[in-house]
T-cell receptor
């Protein structure tokens, strides 16, 4: 079983819809990242969370440390939001943190 | 500030050869991490360098190595290339927990 699980794997929605992508992890973490990857490969870090909730424009990320779960929400979705969204965690280790461990990603397509 | 740069962007090598990839971090960032992305395995952590020292290492064979210079620029080397090493190699620089990714080097091994 992967240490970081994302759902859904694929999501197609209409422009304007509210989008939710979920991430569950099974390890202790120091921090969790939500990443966006467009075709061509470039990766952008959207959020880094260790607790609570963050908002940036139409994007909202939440994390529940006790339940080991995080969600990424997109409000008023737009075709330019079409991308792969990846959840990644810094696993906690006694000496600090290991490198990022990644989920498999969610392929999001927003149709006009 | 300029972003993370990686060179070359594309590379084609033959099985058995070796390759060196370069990463220049954002000015002031002392940590550089390397990642491999393949269709089958997704993104995987290779190693992290901080102040010229390898601080963390992922689960990759010894053919994969790296180093960091005093100006924080980093290189990774893959020796005795295998077909399965074909991948997008990404580096990320960091001032702390945040990760700033470069555009990647797409390596094709034939």
């Amino acid at each position: 079983k992967n240490e970081v699980e994302q759902s859904p794997q694929n999501l197609t929605a209409q422009e304007g819809e509210f989008i939710t992508i979920n991430c569950s992890y099974s390890v202790g973490i120091s921090a969790l990242h939500w990443l966006q990857q467009h075709p061509g490969g470039g990766i952008v870090s959207l959020f880094m969370l260790s607790s609570g909730k963050k908002k940036h424009g139409r994007l909202i990320a939440t994390i529940n440390i006790q339940e080991k779960h995080s969600s990424l929400h997109i409000t008023a979705s737009h075709p330019r939001d079409s991308a792969v969204y990846i959840c990644a965690v810094f696993k906690y280790s006694g000496g600090g943190a290991d490198g990022l461990t990644f989920g498999k990603g969610t392929h999001l397509i927003i149709q006009p | 500030k300029a972003g993370v740069t990686q060179t070359p962007r594309y590379l084609i090598k033959t099985r058995g050869q070796q390759v060196t990839l370069s990463c220049s971090p954002i000015s002031g960032h002392r940590s550089v991490s390397w990642y491999q992305q393949t269709p089958g395995q997704g993104l995987q952590f290779l190693f992290e360098y901080f102040s010229e020292t390898q601080r963390n290492k992922g689960n990759f064979p010894g053919r994969f190595s790296g180093r960091q210079f005093s100006n924080s620029r980093s290189e990774m080397n893959v020796s005795t290339l295998e077909l399965g090493d074909s991948a997008l190699y990404l580096c990320a620089s960091s001032p702390g927990w945040e990760q700033y990714f470069g555009p990647g080097t797409r390596l094709t091994v034939t």
